[in-house]
């Protein structure tokens, strides 16, 4: 309501009716709660060093008697017998990956030739690069009009190794969604509950969704997508090969300290340079057009492309992954952040078990305050 924003935005800009006494007092608590956490996550990393050094050793000399694991293949499910409740208790909440088939989500098909007549718009182009330091092994690579990078990426050698990656369609070309009342997409029952909605100005509820254009050449190396955030990619056109490891074994992956990055290539991996990569629970799968795929927020995932594709993505926060992310913005001092996830006012927590598929303009327009919810 107007009223609830109102004093929403007392309170960012200070000028809460709270006596300023009890304001430092609540700070002076939640500093000392997050110094806590702090300390603690220190030490836990430090426990995890010495037993990642110890079973890395152990390996070496052969004396880890831990059967190696098989890769598994990927799930798979249709969208018209997986219900929001079985899919949030089976995949989203315990963090595992599925594929989703027989979804429909949008009204006019969107091919390379649909979105190069509706967005006359330059973008900007990423390629690969070999240093596991940079996200996905991607750099910047040029800009370019993108019909003409639509028109060219699969026959110049030079943008053949060129990705469009990642661009965001509310923000850059908001035609796709179609004249108002903006049905021209329609956000899947899974994801219709995403928090980044609910967050007034929280600025990244109008990232996404986000395109993506590659040829077979492009790829993203091993990574966990950004704050805590899980992912789904929609596939229109092209053949996806996706590994995907789990969160709770880290001990196995070879992270770059400090990054959400990893040292291995995980479509070639050294083995003898990472034997504890062998141990992993890895897994592995291609997806098809029509098909989405589904990553649970902090689990790393590789992916390349075996043909041309074109699909469409979102990064999202909900019940399944909010800790997650309330944890990562604490980490990197996102305190107002952290207080609209946590404050029990801006964003109200759950998901309802009957949330039905919503056109982009009914996504946009929902009262999230005023539902009931039954799925935390
Ligand atoms: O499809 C890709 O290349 C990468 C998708 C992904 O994992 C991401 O954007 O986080
Ligand atoms: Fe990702």
Not at 126 to 147: I, Q, V, Y
Not at 286 to 313: A, C, D, K, Y
Request: glycine share 6%.
């Amino acid at each position: 309501t107007i009223e609830a924003r109102a004093a929403f935005a007392d309170r960012l800009s200070g000028r809460s009716a709270v006596k300023e006494a009890d304001a430092s007092r609540h700070n002076e608590q939640i500093m000392q709660l997050f110094r806590s956490l702090r300390e603690g996550h220190a030490r836990l990393r430090k426990l995890f060093k010495e037993i990642f050094s110890q079973l890395h050793a152990l390996d070496l000399f052969g004396k880890l008697q831990t059967p190696r694991h098989r890769a598994r293949q990927l799930e798979r499910r249709s969208a018209s017998e997986l219900s929001v409740r079985e899919f949030m208790d089976k995949y989203a909440f315990p963090g595992r990956p599925v594929v989703i088939t027989d979804l429909q989500l949008t009204g006019q098909p969107w091919t390379l030739d649909f979105f190069r007549r509706t967005c006359n718009k330059t973008v900007s182009m990423m390629r690969k690069n070999g240093s596991s330091a940079t996200w996905g092994r991607l750099e910047f690579a040029d800009k370019l009009p993108l019909a003409e990078f639509i028109d060219t990426h699969t026959t110049n050698a030079t943008r053949k190794t060129w990705y469009l990656h990642d661009w965001s369609l509310p923000r850059k070309c908001p035609e796709v969604f179609g004249p108002a009342p903006y049905t021209g997409f329609t956000m899947p029952k899974y994801f219709a509950g995403d928090y980044f909605q609910r967050t007034a100005f929280q600025g990244q509820q109008h990232s996404w969704p986000s395109l993506f254009i590659g040829s077979e050449e492009t790829e993203s190396a091993m990574h966990i997508d950004s704050a805590g955030t899980s992912f789904w990619l929609y596939l229109i056109e092209g053949r996806k090969q996706w590994r995907f490891y789990s969160r709770t074994d880290f001990v196995n992956l070879y992270q770059r300290p400090g990054t959400p990055h990893f040292y291995p290539d995980v479509f070639e991996p050294v083995h003898e340079h990472f034997p504890l990569l062998k141990y992993a629970e890895m897994f592995e799968g291609i997806q098809e057009p029509g098909e989405l795929i589904f990553i649970p927020g902090g689990n790393p995932h590789g992916v390349r492309n075996l043909s041309p594709i074109l699909g469409v993505s979102m990064n999202y926060v909900d019940a399944s992954n909010v800790w997650m992310h309330v944890w990562e913005l604490l980490m990197d001092d996102h305190f107002p952040e952290f207080e609209l996830f946590t404050d029990n006012i801006t964003v109200p927590h759950g998901l309802r078990s009957t949330q039905q598929p919503l056109s982009f303009g009914e996504w946009k327009s929902q009262t999230w305050n005023e539902f009931r919810y039954d799925m935390f």
